[in-house]
């Protein structure tokens, strides 16, 4: 849970270990503004801040096991409504697992300037729900997010000179954390986003990670199940009316 508020609260710049982190990218797609625990606090008190810093944007608030028991029976009660049940999916990188074989014509490659990382956006806006119409905002965060951290690898793969697929892996904390695996919609059920999965675990344990996690939607879960992922928790994605929708 550490790794995923410190790639989340990456996007705005945010301090991810606070007791209420909440992070604001200003780009209209619920995951990339919100609220990844709270502890320690007032529910209703942290409620208001929330809805203070975050107004004008779609945004989530994560609930998983770092946040005080009670949370999402509070966030009911205040009104909000649960969106997504997220498989917080882990694994022991110094096990053995198969290594399935890259597709044909797949290659995988760092995205580290400026038409990797508007390649990179062009390939998972479509299936991260992210509007056309802010694609250059996204890029400029992207390129924002790659000089203050360049720990967080961007791994694009690419189909006749196309980047088809992405996955970004982040290596900045204890354990490595996936993130952002994508792939379009017309290169789906080839293999390409596990190829991709595997090449970011592959970076992990070169950097002496032990452990890696992802958060698995229901489509992800048996992919990354037959990696060798299993599930050690989940996250509830909570999202008040009044939020505006992406």
Known sequence: ?????????????????????????GIPQGLLNGVLRVRNSSLDGAIRQA?????????VWWVGDDSDDGVAEGLLAAGAEQVSLLPIMAMDLAAEQPVPAIPNGLTIRQATDRPDIEAFVGAYAEPMGVPAHCLDQVVERELDYLAREPEVVRLAGIVDGRTVATATVSLNSDVAGVFC???????????????????ALRLARMAGHRVAT?????????????????????????????????
């Open 181 to 199: 695996v994508a792939t379009d919609s017309g290169h789906r059920r080839r293999g390409i986003g596990t190829a991709l999965t595997v090449a």
């Open 1 to 25: 849970m550490a790794a995923n508020r410190r790639y989340w609260t990456g996007w705005s710049g945010d301090e991810p270990d606070v007791d209420l982190p909440i992070y604001h990218s």
């Open 51 to 59: 809805k203070r810093q975050l107004d004008g944007s779609p945004w």
């Open 214 to 246: 992802l958060q698995a939607s229901g489509a992800g879960r048996p992919v990354y199940e037959r990696i060798g992922f299993e599930t050690v928790s989940h996250y509830r994605l909570f999202r008040f009316p009044s939020a505006t929708e992406a």
